[in-house]
């Protein structure tokens, strides 16, 4: 009987956590049917069925879910003998799979590759991109970067900077539709919702002992930070932004500050948040240590 490899464990973790075969067999540049024949031949190897695939998806028997399990505690210790090994030589090395929101990235992760690189060139960053919340463990994330009153139990969390949000929308918009001056009037708006991050869309509002909170139901609506930003660049309504990504915006004229003069909740903390076994391996300090300096040189300035 043949043996699995070590890329059999990382493309089953993978195949698992994308919940699809095509999925796991665009992120490797080969044919579908080359990564059904290898899930067949770990299945072989296993003498059990792992997997339930059907045309659209694909979902893990319980002997799967056990072989998923075996396969990340496999791939975690070989990633804390490789840290150990990059510990030694002085150089952290690998690579580092980071989970974040498009604002995010955009704004602050993309801008600090080139220096990271620099600092770091022996690191490998893979980004996933988007507002679902992911499950660490079971997508093989080291990092994810994630807003947080208060991080989850289970993760170590480190605070990386601030993110607050406002209400802005296009002056043409504003032209058009009229601009709110009280929390009240905005049902009579076309609002810019995510569907994603629904706990986004509770808008709170506070002045002078006053506080309101809207449920906004959006006329429009994206999965992802960085569309809902550009919904309201294009004057289709009123959208919750992350101020550090409007600030530029509102400068440049394109967007203009929304029931500004009702004080937004306090900014919150921006979390690096790491599965426990992983947080200290070289190559997730060195990424740790660098975006907590790069973060707090670039805090947000409030609109």
């Not at 150990?84 to 498009?102: H, I, K, M, N």
């Not at 009153?149 to 289970?154: K, L, M, R």
Request: proline residues 7%; charged residues 20%; hydrophobic residues 45%.
């Amino acid at each position: 009987m043949r043996t699995l490899s070590l890329d059999d464990l990382h493309l089953f973790t993978r195949v698992a956590a994308l919940g699809s075969l095509s999925g796991a067999a665009r992120e490797r540049n080969a044919p579908a049917s080359q990564v059904s024949r290898t899930l067949a031949r770990i299945e072989s190897c296993c003498g059990a069925k792992l997997a339930h695939r059907t045309t659209h998806a694909l979902t893990l028997t319980p002997e799967g879910e056990a072989f998923l399990a075996h396969c990340q505690r496999m791939l975690a210790s070989l990633d804390e003998l490789e840290g150990e090994f990059s510990q030694a030589a002085a150089t952290p090395r690998g690579l580092v799979r980071v989970a974040a929101s498009s604002v995010v990235v955009q704004h602050r992760l993309l801008p600090s590759l080139p220096a990271l690189a620099k600092r770091h060139p022996e690191l490998r960053i893979d980004m996933l991109v988007g507002d679902r919340l992911s499950d660490l463990a079971r997508e093989g994330i080291d990092i994810a970067v994630r807003t947080a009153e208060t991080p989850p139990p289970g993760l170590v969390a480190r605070q990386l900077g601030l993110l607050g949000r406002g209400l802005f929308a296009s002056p043409a918009y504003l032209a058009h539709a009229g601009t709110p001056v009280h929390p009240s009037e905005l049902g009579r708006h076309q609002l810019i919702t995510n569907s994603a991050a629904t706990h986004l869309n509770r808008w709170v509002f506070q002045r002078a002992g006053q506080r309101i909170e809207h449920v906004a139901d959006g006329h429009w609506r994206a999965d992802d930070t960085g569309v809902v930003a550009s919904l309201a660049l294009q004057g289709l309504g009123i959208g919750r932004i992350a101020t550090f990504a409007a600030a530029p915006l509102v400068q440049t004229g394109q967007l203009a500050p929304v029931l500004a003069d009702w004080t937004p909740p306090a900014a919150l903390p921006i979390y690096a948040m790491t599965p426990p076994a992983r947080h200290r391996l070289p190559k997730i300090r060195a990424c740790l240590d660098f975006w907590s300096v790069w973060f707090g040189a670039a805090e947000p300035k409030m609109v």
